[in-house]
């Protein structure tokens, strides 16, 4: 039986732009005083909002913290009644600073506030991350490699079928052990 080719996941850059666009409105922002709050270059804002840019995980944290959301609010596009995320697909941003990538498989309810995520990350790569929205409670199962991940000044390195969670509120590093690693994420907004 012959196999399907995976279809290429769309680009994530206009579902980023209009949500970007729709909380910064929400939130009564102007383009420069979101910027300020993010600590990014108001021509990078623009440029997002746009649809031109190139979103990374570390400037959407960014906007995400300074907007007080959830960071699957800017990434995750409106949800149909039944959904399927297949391997490799889905809404993937990579990271700016290491070998690092998210991909969103589901946000929560805005009552809710809690989105599951694949996280892939190859050996030697550290990828911090400052704090999230105040709350935030990550949750984590290894499902292969060997990872080092949580609180800056409390690490713990987990294998296959691990878990662990720690404070995402406050700095945190992820860091891979072997060549690949990779672990489903469950961030909790409280």
Known sequence: ???????????????????????????????????????????????LESGTGSPNVETLWALAVALDVPFSQLVDPPAAQVRVVRAGQGPRVPSEHANYAGTLLSAGSPRGRRDIYVIELSAGAVRRA??????????????EGRIRVGPTNNPIELDPGDYASFPGDVPHFYEALT???????????R
């Open 179 to 189: 060549p690949h690693a990779w672990w489903f994420l469950v961030m909790d907004h």
């Open 130 to 143: 400052d704090p999230h929205i105040s709350g935030s409670v990550e949750h984590l199962v290894v499902a």
């Open 1 to 47: 039986m012959q196999q399907e080719p995976a279809a290429a996941s769309p680009s994530p850059g206009p579902a980023i732009a209009a949500a970007i666009r729709r909380e910064r409105e929400q939130a009564r922002l102007s383009i420069t005083e979101l910027a300020r709050r993010a600590g990014i270059a108001k021509s990078t804002l623009s440029q």
